[in-house]
């Protein structure tokens, strides 16, 4: 039974790993062609930036995602700005942004450098404190 | 919304106890090497899927978690239907993992069921239900039966 609780343990982290690996590549793909995207051309300098990609048909955007990120702007103000894309309407950024689900969230620093990439919903506290580690 | 879509509710919290319970007992079933506990969970989710009023792990959550207060409800706007399809998919799959099991092919069994246990992590840890985009893009087709679009604002 040991020998299987071992194999379970590697296969769960194995598979952790595989998720935060994927996030990873995508963050450094991201950030490859970050400095010349045009969904990045109007933003603000020197302000940490929420990249938000939604559908019209995502639940959970409507719900939690899009709360999360009113109450993330009433909270903090000019201290952040927050990029909307709808996928549906511009599928070639959600490709070039490797997302494949809605809500996905990208967290980019003062420099506009992709730091955090958040798959599914992402709290108004987890996205203070992803901002905060900036 | 309309009418009709804002009296269509899904306490979220139901499904994930339904999916943290499946995650537990189909990794508790491989490391106790136990395929019995898995056609356990798939009858338990096939049958949730036919008969949601006797669902075995919502009513856990219903009659002990809730009134317990160690889950608190998350009721939203939803089809309950994309989710019971994707539970459907999940006990197919883990019917045709207990066949498997009982044909002498383990390791395809296992593999099944570990397929399930990724899903259901990917639902309740991401937010990503696989099944319910399965359901919506069977209903964008226009296949019969997967009647209900998604709800707008």
Redesign the interface.
């Known amino acids: 039974m040991l020998e299987r609780l071992l194999v379970a343990a590697v296969i769960v982290a194995v598979g952790v790993a595989a998720y935060c690996a994927y996030n990873r590549l995508t963050l450094r793909q991201v950030a490859r062609h970050a400095p010349r995207d045009p969904l990045l051309s109007n933003i603000q300098a020197n302000t940490p930036t929420v990249i938000y990609f939604t559908t019209p048909f995502c639940d959970p955007c409507r719900t939690q995602q899009q709360p999360a990120l009113k109450q993330l702007q009433a909270e903090l103000g000019d201290q952040v700005q927050v990029v909307k894309v709808d996928a549906t309407e511009a599928p070639d950024v959600a490709d070039r942004w490797g997302v494949f689900s809605a809500p996905t969230t990208f967290i980019l620093d003062r420099n506009g450098s992709p730091r955090y990439v958040n798959r599914g919903v992402a709290s108004t506290e987890r996205l203070k404190e992803q901002l905060g580690s900036l | 919304m309309t009418d009709a879509n804002a009296t269509r509710r899904v306490d979220h919290s139901a499904l994930r106890t339904n999916q943290a319970f499946i995650i537990g007992l189909l990794?508790a079933a491989?490391?106790?090497?136990a395929p019995a506990l898995v056609a356990f969970v798939a009858a338990v989710m096939l049958i949730g899927t036919a008969l949601p009023s006797v669902a075995l792990f919502k009513a856990v959550y219903l009659y002990a978690l809730k009134p317990l207060n160690i889950a608190r409800p998350d009721v939203?706007?939803?089809n309950p239907e994309p989710h019971l399809f994707a539970q459907g998919v999940g006990g197919a799959v883990l019917t045709v993992a207990s066949l498997m099991f009982a044909a002498g092919a383990a390791g395809i069994g296992w593999v099944l069921a570990?397929g399930v246990v990724?899903l259901a992590?990917l639902n309740l840890?991401?937010?990503?239900c696989v099944g319910c985009?399965m359901y919506?893009t069977l209903h964008r087709l226009g296949v019969l039966g997967f009647t209900r679009?998604?709800?707008?604002?």
Not at chain 2, 30 to 33: A, Q, R
Not at chain 2, 125 to 128: E, M, V
Not at chain 2, 149 to 153: D, E, G, S, T
């Open positions: 990794i491989f490391v106790l090497n939203r706007h939803d570990w990724a992590a840890f991401a937010g990503i985009l919506y679009a998604p709800i707008q604002q």
